[in-house]
């Protein structure tokens, strides 16, 4: 019940009341924007923490076809050669091709003796 002054006006504002909840427990009212899908109800605030929880969920196999499916071919091929060039020089570019060390002149011996 909303108390009035002498004129009718409300002296305290309407409190808005949820309508419903999204998956995460949280208050859906009349004008927030949500998302559905098998899940349930998904608000507009949660879908970063949504898709997060999804992603962290998938094996690396299927991390990968959702990838493959989600881009074009040029853009998946690029994000994946990406990431490889990425780790390589993270991790040693000699580690990765399994390269050795060695002296200039112990290069040059070292392939007269091929």
Same mark, same amino acid.
């Given at each position: 019940?909303?108390?009035?002054?002498?004129? =009718? *006006?409300?002296?305290?504002?309407?409190?808005?009341?949820?309508?419903?909840?999204?998956?995460?427990?949280?208050?859906?009212? @009349?004008?927030?924007? *949500?998302?559905?899908?098998? !899940? =349930?109800?998904?608000?507009?605030?949660?879908?970063?923490?949504?898709?997060? @929880?999804? *992603?962290?969920?998938?094996?690396?196999?299927?991390?990968?076809?959702?990838?493959?499916?989600?881009?074009?071919?040029?853009?998946?091929?690029?994000?994946?050669? @990406?990431?490889?060039?990425?780790?390589?020089? @993270?991790?040693?570019?000699?580690?990765?091709? !399994?390269?050795?060390?060695?002296?200039?002149?112990?290069?040059?011996?070292?392939?007269?003796?091929?």
């Amino acid at each position: 019940m909303t108390i009035r002054d002498s004129l =009718g *006006v409300p002296l305290e504002p309407n409190y808005e009341e949820p309508i419903l909840k999204d998956v995460y427990g949280d208050d859906i009212y @009349e004008n927030s924007t *949500v998302y559905i899908n098998a !899940d =349930g109800i998904v608000l507009e605030e949660n879908l970063e923490r949504y898709s997060n @929880e999804y *992603v962290e969920e998938l094996t690396a196999g299927e991390a990968n076809e959702e990838l493959r499916e989600s881009m074009l071919p040029s853009q998946y091929s690029e994000t994946i050669k @990406e990431a490889l060039i990425t780790w390589i020089e @993270e991790n040693g570019y000699a580690k990765h091709f !399994d390269l050795q060390p060695l002296r200039g002149g112990d290069a040059v011996e070292s392939r007269r003796n091929y």
